[in-house]
Nanobody, 121 residues
Framework: QVHLVESGGGLVEYGGSLRLSCAAS????????MGWYRQAPGKQRDLVAT???????NYSDSVKGRFTIARDNAKNTVSLQMNSLKPEDTAVYYC???????????????WGQGTQVTVSS
């Protein structure tokens, strides 16, 4: 079993910054892609940013230039630095990881429990 635990959410004013962190633990052979998604009330869960184990990143257009994703492969962690936050960034943010638990198993997508980010105007 694999567990993802997020931290770092909270309340911040318009234009402020927050840093989210996520740590993966458990039966991990290899993690390929890690990422952050978010879900606002009444809306679907959307991609924020992803990063491969080789460091290739992908961002949604709405956060490009404001958010930065990074990971530490040795520690199985991923972070999201969020700057210039806007009220529309308010959502529950979820960490995800595509994990092989052994050399022979297929990759499975695991999710954290989510952390609330609220940006006041």
């Amino acid at each position: 079993q694999v567990h993802l635990v997020e931290s770092g959410g909270g309340l911040v004013e318009y234009g402020g910054s927050l840093r989210l962190s996520c740590a993966a633990s458990g039966s991990i052979y290899r993690i390929s892609t890690m990422g952050w998604y978010r879900q606002a009330p009444g809306k679907q869960r959307d991609l924020v940013a992803t990063i491969t184990n080789g460091g290739t990143t992908n961002y949604s257009d709405s956060v490009k230039g404001r958010f930065t994703i990074a990971r530490d492969n040795a520690k199985n962690t991923v972070s999201l630095q969020m700057n210039s936050l806007k009220p529309e960034d308010t959502a529950v943010y979820y960490c995800s990881a595509l994990v092989k638990t052994t050399r022979f198993t297929r990759e499975t997508d695991y999710w954290g429990q989510g952390t609330q980010v609220t940006v006041s105007s």
